[in-house]
């Protein structure tokens, strides 16, 4: 009983700092002030504060984990109602997703390289791009730490929502599949949710590229790796 009265609370208190995260982007909605990085920040220091263990915070976490997979899934009732045209869009999608990946997997070898770091955090770096299930089995796979690429993974999708409004600006970049590949394909889910802002065809481009991204890169990844490590 106890347990489960303390996961209502944690859910409550996540809810409820997502909620505060939101109004405060609507008051100051700059790129570095995105939801998901406010709520984290609160939560963070709720954690800190009260010296809660991450364990206890996963009492009532783990709900709200469950509740992924069924808010992935949505993103299909946008699929559908846009299916029509993303047939018509199928070429630009696939051929801009499919360069994302390349580039995702190759700038995180090379940049690795120039870093000096180890090929044991290289490997959990390069699935950065797709969505954590998928970017942790192609990490242990290649010989990675996957909860080395959990943080990856939030990094990438955290940090690209946050540029993306810069980014879009500076080259001018205002149309809803640019916007949907870009974001799905280098961002993840968190990118696609970022787009569904913008409008559900540039969610809809999102899912997709997301989809296309993490097939590619499941392919790519150990190839290149044998080629270029």
Known sequence: MVDILLALLIVLVTIGSYMVAVKFHQLYNYPFTAPMIIASIILITILIVFHIPYETYMIGGKWINELLGPAVVALAYPLYRNRQLLKQLASPILIGAAFG?????LSGIYLSKLAGVSDFVTYSLLPKNVTT???MDIAEAVGGETSLTAIFVVIAGVGGVSVS????????VNNSLAKGIGLGGASHAIGTASAMEENQL????????????????????????????
């Open 101 to 105: 990946s390349f580039v995702g997997v």
């Open 133 to 135: 299930p998928v970017a």
């Open 165 to 172: 409004t810069i980014v879009f600006k500076l080259f001018h």
């Open 202 to 229: 540039a969610g809809s481009i999102g899912s997709v590229a997301m989809v296309i991204s993490a097939l590619i890169v499941s392919v790519i990844t150990p190839l290149l790796i044998t080629l270029l490590m």
